[in-house]
C-alpha cells in the first residue's frame, strides 16, 4: 500500500504545487487520475473561487460557491465536490498509475467526499497522493492508520515518491 501526503505552508501552495506535479506526470506519460485545485483570484474583494481539474484530461468544475457579502462558513459546494467524486471514481475504474486528491478536507474527515475513492485506489493497488492543511492532519492520519507517509512540499520529493511507488527507478520520459 502506498499512500503519501504534503501539506505546504502558504495559502494556496499546495494546489499549485499538485496542479504542476501532475502537469509533469503527464508530460512523462504517466496516467494520474483525481483532482487538482485552481484558484482564481475573484474581480470583486473576497476569497478566491476554487475550481478542480479531473484528471485525465481538462475538465473543471468550480467547487465554491457564492454566499454573499459578509456571509461566514464553508463556501464549498457539496454538489460539485460529489460530481467530481464520482467522475474520478470512474477514470480510477477505466486505470490509473497514480491517484491525486487535491485535498483531504472537512468533507473527507467527516467521512465523505473522496474516502471511498481513496479505499478503492488502494485496494487496487493504485498510489495515492493527498494534499492536506494543517487543520486535517489528525483526521487524515487516522483514516490512513498512520501509515501515509508525509513528503515534503516538492516536486522532486513527490517525483521520488511515485518512481518509488511504481517500482521504477526513472519515471518514463
Known sequence: MHIAYTVAPGRGDTDLLLYQFAQ???RKGLR???TVQINSERVKDGPCDMDIQILPGRETLRISQELGEGARGCRLDPVALETAVARV??????GADLLIVNKFG????EGRGFREVIGQALAQGVPV?????????AAFNAFSGGLAKE????AKALEA??????GQTDMVA
Open 129 to 137: 497522493l493527498v494534499g492536506l492543511n494543517g487543520l486535517n492532519v
Open 89 to 94: 471514481q470512474h477514470s480510477l475504474t477505466a
Open 151 to 154: 513528503l515534503p512540499p516538492d
Open 161 to 166: 515518491w511515485v518512481d518509488q511507488a511504481l
Open 24 to 26: 509533469l506526470l503527464e
Open 32 to 34: 494520474a487520475c483525481g
Open 106 to 109: 472537512k468533507h473527507e474527515a
